[in-house]
């Protein structure tokens, strides 16, 4: 893995709480200058995403946007 490197991170399947756990591992996994595209579904997954992104030390490139005004939201982060 390359810095500036994109991933993504889909979890519009996945159900609170593991969503939280999904997108934490990946994020622990990333290095410094690398980008995680996340993909995910609802909007008490997008909440508690959002509150959990405060807590921990990204930096929120792209907010979180719904996708064509539906339930599916999608946001950028990376790793300092």
Do not use: W
């Given at each position: 893995?390359?810095?500036?490197?994109i991933?993504?991170?889909?979890?519009?399947?996945k159900?609170?709480?593991?969503?939280?756990?999904?997108?934490?591992?990946?994020?622990?996994?990333?290095?410094?200058?690398?980008?995680?595209?996340?993909?995910?579904?609802?909007?008490?997954?997008?909440?508690?995403?959002?509150?959990?992104?405060?807590?921990?030390?990204?930096?929120?490139?792209?907010?979180?946007?719904?996708?064509?005004?539906?339930?599916?939201?999608?946001?950028?982060?990376?790793?300092?």
């Amino acid at each position: 893995m390359k810095e500036n490197e994109i991933l993504h991170l889909d979890i519009r399947d996945k159900k609170c709480p593991m969503t939280t756990v999904y997108i934490r591992a990946s994020f622990d996994s990333l290095l410094s200058g690398q980008i995680l595209e996340i993909t995910l579904k609802g909007h008490d997954t997008y909440r508690n995403i959002s509150d959990m992104l405060k807590i921990i030390p990204c930096k929120i490139v792209k907010d979180f946007q719904s996708i064509n005004d539906s339930d599916v939201f999608s946001g950028v982060i990376t790793k300092p």
